[in-house]
């Protein structure tokens, strides 16, 4: 989910549509077009960029991607909302396979973490669950 928080599009105070473009573009060519969504995070950001202050801009971000032709509509579907209605389908079926499993609250020992992170729980896969 593509963030719009200045500092991570361009490292400095200011952005641009186009700096949005570019990173969702960077995006997509990394890890898929069934893989890239839009997270914008104006409920915890500061700073957005100029011409995407809030959601009411989606359709000028759109029109900027429509500029590319390696953007078919499907893929625009897809960027718009469709990846992620997939992927709440899936987490529905993972938690439908795990209804009534308890979750580990085994500790995961500091060496095996990066220290700075506050979280050890070590969360057991399905493969160390079932025999």
Request: hydrophobic share 35%; net charge negative; glycine share 8%.
């Amino acid at each position: 989910m593509i963030s719009f928080y200045n500092d991570f599009l361009t490292c400095g105070k200011t952005a641009s549509i186009q700096d949005v473009v570019g990173h969702i573009n960077h995006v997509r060519t990394m890890a898929g077009v069934d893989y890239v969504g839009l997270g914008a995070g104006y409920d915890g950001i500061n700073r957005t960029p100029v011409g995407l202050e809030d959601v009411s801009k989606y359709p000028e971000l759109f029109a900027e991607l429509l500029k590319d032709s390696t953007w078919s509509l499907q893929d625009l579907k897809k960027l718009a909302g469709l990846n992620l209605l997939r992927i709440m389908s899936q987490v529905d079926q993972v938690r439908e396979e795990l209804a009534g499993e308890k979750p580990s609250e085994e500790i995961i020992p500091i060496h095996d973490i990066d220290t700075r992170w506050p979280c050890r729980y070590k969360f057991a896969s399905l493969d160390d669950t079932r025999t």
